[in-house]
């Protein structure tokens, strides 16, 4: 007996042990992300799913209680998750972590996001002042997060310098590599024009130098109407749309109309790590993405 309960306790001593470090991420993408940087020497812990919408995201008593014990919090920022993480920072009171302070990264501080609003109107939605937040599907925007991850877990686990800086490099040495050959791979979609829900997909249309035509949504964060979508009829034959995408959260209804139509594909992309049953890792996703959107081209 005394045997079992001393090899519980090296189990319990020894999980500790490999999980000293908390990482709050804000979406899947930046667990996945914070994990090949990190690996097992952190916990990670993803607020959110594929199957969800960032916009809207309840404060549950449960991510306040993950948050409160986070030494790292990893969002994408500009504003994606205004409706949701200051209320669960408030109420955790967590020591460690607080909005401005150092333990909180939001990507989009380091990278030029896409799309700034000339104006700031409510009337035209719910627009994002600094910017497109969805900033994950341009590679180069996770490589450059990738870097100030390791710079801060290293500042916060000073002992494992030189193990976060490694795992950074290896990272950016095999993603850039598969960067160079997706940008080959996806050759035939530079200059498509395409439609989307919500411009959550933006960033991955600018880096394959995609065009979007129109949105589904009339305004952001606003639902498709009739008329919208019959005005887009006229959008797709005069721009040549080549595919019609939206995400796994969104209402498929808006896209499979519009393709019904016109006669344009409608496809489901990913949008992040878990979006589909092919796309378990970063690589994956825009692998995955990639491959569905050169399908949608085949007539
Ligand atoms: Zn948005």
């Known amino acids: 007996m005394k045997k079992i309960i001393f090899i519980f306790f090296s189990v319990l001593l020894g999980h500790t042990e490999a999980f000293a470090l908390n990482i709050f991420a804000c979406e899947p993408e930046w667990a996945a992300l914070a994990k090949e940087i990190a690996q097992d020497k952190a916990d990670i812990y993803s607020a959110t799913t594929a ?36 209320l669960i920072l408030r109420k955790a009171g967590s020591s460690k972590v607080q909005e401005g302070g150092d333990n909180l990264i939001y990507a989009s501080y380091y990278i030029d996001t896409i799309e700034k609003p000339v104006r700031i109107d409510r009337a035209d939605g719910d627009v994002h002042p600094d910017g497109n937040p969805h900033l994950h599907l341009n590679p180069y925007n996770l490589l450059k997060t990738a870097f100030v991850i390791a710079e801060k877990l290293a500042g916060i686990d000073p002992e494992n310098t030189a193990f976060y800086h490694e795992n950074e490099k290896t990272f950016r040495a095999v993603f850039w590599e598969h960067i160079k050959r997706w940008e080959r791979k996806a050759k035939a979609l530079n200059g498509a024009s395409v439609i989307t829900n919500h411009r959550n997909m933006s960033y991955l249309f ?87 959107m050169l399908q949608a081209m085949e007539k």
């Open 206 to 292: 600018d880096w394959l130098k995609i065009k979007t035509a129109g949105t589904l949504e009339p305004k952001p964060g606003i639902p498709a109407t009739s008329k919208h979508l019959s005005e887009l009829t006229e959008t797709v034959r005069k721009n040549n749309v080549r595919f019609i995408a939206y995400a796994p959260f969104e209402s498929p209804k808006p896209a499979q109309w519009l393709s019904g139509q016109t006669g344009v594909k409608a496809i489901v992309l990913p949008y992040t790590v878990g979006g589909n049953g092919q796309t378990k890792t970063l690589f994956d996703l825009f692998e995955n993405s990639i491959d569905l």
């Open 51 to 86: 199957t969800q919408d960032v916009h809207f995201i309840q404060a549950r008593p449960s991510l306040i209680a993950q948050i409160r014990k986070a030494d790292l919090v990893i969002c994408s920022g500009a504003d994606l998750e205004v409706g949701w993480l200051p």
